[in-house]
């Protein structure tokens, strides 16, 4: 604070930086949760639930086994034995699927998901999600009359990409 007195954190303390920074977090998480989103409706309308619920249960598996790797898996609050088990499995999962659907920043601290997890969190949502999108083009490709709803393949890359590929 002394050498910038102007900037805490990652928030600068004049306007426009706090403008800037304001709306990069808002686009941020509003093209994580509707990448998200729009991914996990697109392989609920093609595939059945089970293969979503398999493709959630992998990811937060990674995680939990990240967390254990590290030997940080159970939380900071001074709870030990199968309570103190307990409730880090859903402190971790709650945190984790917070953080994937909203880009949250504030779970990026070491004691909740960590900047590395948190980065490669933010990297593989959108290669999630064109996965899924691509298919999705595929599955309708094959069985267009196995669909009610019918997305074109412009507006499926559109929408997951955040716009920038229409």
Known sequence: RASAPYFYGFIPLDRPGKVKVFMAMFLMSTFQISARAFACALCLTSD???FLMTIFAADVGAFFLYKLLRKDFLYWAPIYGIAGCAMACEVRLVTKVIT??????????????????FAFNLF???????????????FTEENPEGLTIIFSERAVYSVIGGGTLA
């Not at 994937?100 to 997890?117: A, K, M, Q």
């Not at 064109?130 to 595929?138: G, I, P, Q, T």
Request: charged residues 15%; positive net charge.
């Open 48 to 50: 059945t639930a089970a």
């Open 100 to 117: 994937d659907f909203t880009g949250l920043t504030h779970f990026r601290h070491p004691y909740e998901l960590g900047g590395i997890y």
């Open 124 to 138: 593989t949502t959108p290669i999630a999600s064109f996965w899924l999108a691509s298919r999705y083009v595929r």
